[in-house]
């Protein structure tokens, strides 16, 4: 058997706590400040599942174009900059 299916254990904490072993946290990228989804099934079984929570709420959105060449200016009503709006006018 490979040392990488060799089975990892913890013991829980009288607080409930358990360590994720390091060699689990390497080989999943599992970082500080990351969520761990816990899930039984009908069957008993336990599943975990990491969610990365890395940067921010929004991290795991892809970016949408624009359009144009990103330069253009827009003011919090999304409107493009014109003299017609202005206040000096």
Known sequence: MAAENVPESTTVSDRGMVTIPASLRRRL?????????W???EDGNLTVEVVKQ???AFDDFDPVSMGGDGLETHDLAGHESDSARSEDS
Request: net charge negative; proline share 0%.
């Open 39 to 41: 899930d039984l099934d």
């Open 29 to 37: 990228d599992i970082e500080a400040g990351d969520k761990i989804r």
């Open 54 to 56: 890395r940067h921010g």
